[in-house]
């Protein structure tokens, strides 16, 4: 079954101050794979999209790792801001043959807070 | 910057009754999605439309849920007889020719 893992559940930093977030997934066979930032009652708004061919993408102050092999990723944000403050998602897309899927799995989320 | 839009943004219904819920892709689009998330819990997929037609649906997506594609622009999801685990946000997504899904801002649909 395909399964997308977050981790950690939830991270509190402070203003200016770097984190990493984790995702670890089993979607078999992979097509790409998606970091998006959804604030509280709003829409998830990509970030990064890294097909098995790239093992890092930057997007201003966000810097998404990619290992194929071993089926992680990280999403690296630097120098915090409070405007960060959402929850960071990882999506993977599986291949599929057509149809117009895209096969998305969703993990569940990482609730990152910001403090002053 | 063209964006998918949804309304109505927060939709408060009785148990049983039908509701539907609109969307307005992102014009140009082929793609065509709808996914709904439990408060807390993650996103999850209900259905994918191509081609005026459902291309693929979960096992959430059964009798009770359909979409339309009624005119040029327009995407609606309804549920026939809402039931109170049916609360939950409702996303749109679009997608082109590439792979990037956009997201609609969202319908909170809340079932009394």
């Known amino acids: 079954k395909n399964q997308v893992e977050q981790s950690p559940q939830s991270l509190i930093i402070l203003e200016g101050k770097n984190c990493t977030l984790q995702?670890?997934?089993?979607?078999?066979?992979?097509?790409?794979l998606r970091w998006y930032k959804q604030d509280t009652g709003r829409g998830p708004v990509s970030l990064t999209i890294m097909t098995f061919s790239e093992n890092t993408k930057s997007n201003g102050r966000y810097t998404a790792t990619l290992d194929a092999d071993t089926k992680q990723s990280s999403l690296h944000i630097t120098a915090s801001q409070l405007s960060d403050s959402a929850s960071y998602i990882c999506v993977v897309s599986a291949m599929y043959s057509g149809g117009g899927a895209d096969g998305l799995t969703f993990g569940k989320g990482t609730h990152l807070i910001i403090q002053p | 910057e063209p964006e998918v839009t949804q309304t109505p943004s927060h939709q408060v219904t009785q148990m049983g009754q039908e509701v539907i819920l609109r969307c307005v892709p992102i014009?140009?689009?082929?793609?065509f999605y709808w996914y709904r998330q439990i408060l807390g819990q993650k996103v999850e997929f209900l259905v994918s439309f191509y081609n005026n037609e459902i291309s693929e649906k979960s096992e959430i997506f059964d009798d009770q849920f359909s979409v339309e594609r009624p005119d040029g622009s327009n995407f609606t999801l309804k549920i026939r007889s809402t039931k109170l685990e049916d609360s939950a946000m409702y996303f749109c997504?679009?997608?082109?020719?590439?792979?990037?899904?956009?997201f609609g801002p969202g319908t909170r649909l809340t079932v009394l």
């Open positions: 997504a679009s997608r082109g020719r590439y792979n990037e899904q956009f």
């Open positions: 995702c670890n997934y089993t979607v078999s066979p992979f097509s790409n």
């Open positions: 014009s140009n689009h082929l793609y």
